[in-house]
Antibody
């Protein structure tokens, strides 16, 4: 069974750093891109970027380029989303998702709620 | 980036109704479109890909059509489990994936 299991909810202060994780199982982790998707409270889905776990090649949405870093450790089948300095506007649910054929999201993690508040 | 516009943003319907949601792309995306269903507090679920292909396990009351810039998701007979928010997503541009704004299907 394909599963993507994300790390737990986080509460952080503005300016703090954070890394959340997404562990894949039940399939060949290096055979599928992993994407991150943001959903702000009461809003729609926004694609942030993606990573090829086989070689860690990434590409980002222009809206998120420079604001977050996506990485992966194929030895432990885990992808990461990282911030160096959080803002209140980063408060959202973040989903990781597997990309089938690099294009559509066929399996999703359960989501990680990130709350940034002073 | 390719912009995806869904209409309506909210739809009120009753069990048994036929429901149609529209998604328009700012430029042609051929048939490179997927539809997702999201229930409150849950991750989205893939329903349709390549505009009209039904994902395995998805009930046949869901169907998709269209190509180019205009697409529709139809639920032939709305069931209680179908009250949710639906999103379209283009993948014509693999390096710039984009979603529509969503359509919430509410109970009338």
């Amino acid at each position: 069974e394909v599963q993507l299991v994300q790390s737990g909810a986080e509460v952080k202060k503005p300016g703090e750093s954070l890394r959340i994780s997404c562990k894949g199982s039940g399939y060949s982790f290096t055979s599928y891109w992993i994407s991150w998707v943001r959903q702000m409270p009461g809003k729609g889905l926004e694609w942030m970027g993606r990573i090829d776990p086989s070689d860690s090649y990434t590409n980002y949405s222009p809206s998120f380029q420079g604001h977050v870093t996506i990485s992966a450790d194929k030895s432990i089948s885990t992808a990461y989303l990282q911030w160096s300095s959080l803002k209140a506007s980063d408060t959202a649910m973040y989903y990781c998702a597997r990309l089938r054929n690099g294009s559509m999201f066929d399996y999703w993690g359960q989501g990680t709620l990130v709350t940034v508040s002073s | 980036d390719i912009q995806m516009t869904q209409s309506p943003s909210t739809l009120s319907a009753s069990v048994g109704d036929r429901v149609t949601i529209t998604c328009r792309a700012s430029q042609s995306i051929s048939s490179w479109l997927a539809w997702y269903q999201q229930k409150p507090g849950k991750a989205p679920k893939l329903l349709i890909y390549k505009a009209s292909s039904l994902e395995s396990g998805v009930p046949s009351r869901f169907s998709g059509s269209g190509s180019g810039t205009e697409f529709t998701l139809t639920i032939s007979s709305l069931q209680p489990d179908d009250f949710a928010t639906y999103y379209c997503q283009q993948y014509n541009s693999y390096s710039r994936l984009t979603f529509g704004g969503g359509t919430k299907v509410e109970i009338k």
